[in-house]
């Protein structure tokens, strides 16, 4: 571990995705000795096509839907020769530059899991890696990822199905849908992308859902949707206004989903998380792709629908979203059943003090800028630089957040970590003036005290 005459308290990142070398660029700036601990080979996560990993969901076509001007780390901008919405193999190779970049690859430690971390009574965590060695740190950010580990349907549909079925999850190209009937379920980007694929190769595309959604296109006035937002969607303006802008923009833009023949949505424009696709409305309008509604049963052969229709089907593909889970903690301690983890700003559970996550949110925009921001926040709190709240006042923070987000979005395992990209930042530097003022009266005290390098037994 590097720095190891610090008086600072030493951290542990698990994961090296766009999340964990955001916070480890943070860590490594500001002289916070760190170990980044990654499964995989190299860094990316899910934007490793075939990462070794097996934790990837990217496919072959993947491209991001968020544009690259939102999704750039601030002081590293993407090359200016990438498209807006560069493909997986581009956006994997920003991340390894990044790395490059900022000089902290050597404290990645790759090919090695973290497979149990457990927090002692001296607040030091132990972590106990795929190679049987332990170590122990003052500080643990956890940046495993959200998007690895597949939600099938819960309940699952009844009946029994006899044609082949995969998760979103496993899916890698159209090859094996090539003339046969397929059924996607869900309204999300996953199924998005999957029947369009699929449309051009299958027999027959089907989508089911259980509810309608606003398909977003990726460019609005000949720019990326998400920075005409700077005005429309993004800025502190009251929400109400801007839904009511931004419902106006897409029903004179796009018009009415009951116009491509799919159900009226049962929420508002905004209130669910958005589903965005150049070319789905188009797939529809050519009679590629067949709306149904909700599956009632599976018939061997044959799905049947809640509107009493059914269709032959030989290969369903469930992009039902993802489960949130940290397989290295014990899920008394600390787990996210459906899907829901209350933390101070997304990022500090309140009760332990040396536990930070980076990147478990789902924003309006990309997460990597937010991730950052993040990262630099660990790492002022870790130098005594910035100061929580007392634990009532993060607590009523937190119920606001979410009394807020569950008023606004669709009820949905989806919806539990959405927050706006602007408001974020904003908020986050905001509370950060606030924190470093009480950490000024606190004298910069260190909050996390630095034990770790004390052999076990011998810190008190
Ligand atoms: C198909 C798809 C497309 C997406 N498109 C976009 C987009 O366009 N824009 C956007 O902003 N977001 C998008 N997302 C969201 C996605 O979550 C982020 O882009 C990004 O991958 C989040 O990075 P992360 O580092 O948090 O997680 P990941 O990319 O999942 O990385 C997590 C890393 O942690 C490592 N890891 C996990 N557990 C352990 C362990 N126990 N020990 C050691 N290492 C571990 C993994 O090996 C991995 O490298 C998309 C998601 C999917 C599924
Ligand atoms: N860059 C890209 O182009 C791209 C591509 C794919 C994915 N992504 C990102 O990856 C993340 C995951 O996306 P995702 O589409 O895989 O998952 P998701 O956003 O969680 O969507 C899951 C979909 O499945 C539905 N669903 C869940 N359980 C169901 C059930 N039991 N029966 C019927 N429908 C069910 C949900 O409906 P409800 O709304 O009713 O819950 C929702 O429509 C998102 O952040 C997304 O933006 C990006």
Redesign the pocket.
């Known amino acids: 571990m590097g720095h190891s005459n610090s008086p600072l308290p030493t951290a542990c990142v698990i994961g090296a995705g766009s999340s964990g070398i955001a916070a480890a660029k943070a860590l490594h700036a500001r002289g916070i000795a760190f170990d980044c601990i990654e499964r995989s080979d190299r860094v990316g996560g899910n934007w490793v096509f075939g990462n070794v990993n097996g934790m990837s ?1 990217a496919y072959r076509s ?5 544009s690259r001007q939102r999704m750039e780390f601030s002081d590293f901008p993407m090359p200016t020769s990438y498209p807006d919405f560069p493909h997986h193999t581009q956006i994997a190779r920003y991340f390894d530059d990044y790395v490059n970049h900022f000089g902290f690859r050597d404290r990645i430690l790759f090919e090695t899991g973290v497979e149990h971390a457990e927090r002692g009574d001296d607040g030091v965590w132990n972590v106990e890696l795929s190679t049987g060695e332990r170590r122990r740190y003052d500080a643990l950010l956890v940046a495993n990822g959200h ?1 690895w580990d597949p ?1 099938w ?2 309940p699952a ?1 009844p009946g029994e199905f006899a044609g082949a079925q995969i998760h ?1 999850h496993q899916y890698v190209d159209n090859t094996d849908l090539r003339d046969r009937n397929v059924l996607v ?9 999957i029947a369009v694929e699929s449309s051009f190769v299958a027999a027959r595309t089907v989508i ?4 309608g ?1 606003y398909i977003l296109p990726k460019y609005l006035f000949g720019r990326p949707l998400d920075q005409v937002g700077v005005n429309a969607l993004t800025t502190r303006l009251p929400w109400a206004v801007r839904q009511a802008r931004l419902a106006t923009m897409y029903r004179i833009g796009v018009g009415k989903p009951e116009d491509f023949g799919l159900p009226a949505p049962d929420h508002r424009l905004g209130e ?5 696709s150049a070319d789905f409305l188009n797939r529809l309008a050519h009679g590629e792709v067949i709306y149904r509604p ?2 009632s049963a599976l018939h061997g052969d044959r799905v049947r629908f809640v509107d009493g229709s059914s269709e032959p089907v030989d290969v369903i593909v469930w ?4 489960k949130v889970t940290f397989p290295f903690f014990d899920e008394q301690f600390i787990s996210a059943p459906d899907n829901d983890l209350p933390l101070f700003r997304r990022v500090f559970r309140p009760g332990i003090d040396n536990v930070f996550f980076i990147g478990l949110l ?1 924003p309006l925009g990309a997460i990597m800028p937010l991730a950052e921001a993040q990262g630099r926040w660990v790492a002022a709190y870790l130098r005594g630089e910035y100061r929580l709240p007392p634990r009532p006042d993060m607590e009523a923070d937190m119920r606001r957040e979410r009394e807020r987000m569950h008023k606004r979005y ?1 009820a ?3 919806h539990t970590m959405q927050v706006d990209f602007d408001a974020y930042l904003l908020d986050l530097a905001r509370e950060r003036k606030a924190g470093a003022q009480r950490a000024q009266q606190a004298g910069h005290r260190l909050p996390v005290t630095p034990r770790a390098a004390v052999p076990a037994g011998a810190a008190a």
Do not use: F, W
């Open positions: 969901a993947l491209h991001i839907n968020t998007h939600r349907p819960e549909y979103a379920v869900g309204m999300g980007n996953s199924a998005m992308d089911s859902s259980r509810r959604a669910a998380h958005p589903t965005i909700e599956i992009c039902t979203g993802y789902q669709v949905s395992k989806r």
